[in-house]
Nanobody, 116 residues
Framework: QVQIVESGGGLVQPGGSLTLACAAS????????TGWYRQAPGKQRELVAT??????IYADSVKGRFTISRDNAKNTVYLQMNSLKSEDTAVYFC???????????WGQGTQVSVSS
């Protein structure tokens, strides 16, 4: 019984902020690396950020503006997005994957729209 539920998307003005959350049930976070991906219209899905127990990695396009974090007690990963730009407009997906790749789960996606 693995369930992944995303929330927090919406419409925001340039320069604004949003926080995305992704809650998982039926998995043990200690066995998974977590990450956020996004897909904009006409573009391929791209990695935004990943978080393990030891390493945090950000795409160059979001470094300094976005922060990934996780709460193991709540089985939830977050993406705090500040100073949003129009090019951040995309559907954002959370991901949970074991290091050996045998288990790989995705959220349903949440729309982030930055107006201008």
């Amino acid at each position: 019984q693995v369930q992944i539920v995303e929330s927090g998307g919406g419409l925001v003005q340039p320069g604004g902020s949003l926080t995305l959350a992704c809650a998982a049930s039926g998995i043990n976070f200690s066995f998974y690396r977590t990450g956020w991906y996004r897909q904009a219209p006409g573009k391929q899905r791209e990695l935004v950020a990943t978080l393990t127990s030891a390493i945090t990695i950000y795409a160059d396009s979001v470094k300094g503006r976005f922060t990934i974090s996780r709460d193991n007690a709540k089985n939830t990963v977050y993406l705090q997005m500040n100073s949003l730009k129009s090019e951040d407009t995309a559907v954002y997906f959370c991901n949970f994957r074991t290091r050996d790749g045998t288990r790989d789960y995705w959220g349903q996606g949440t729309q982030v729209s930055v107006s201008s």
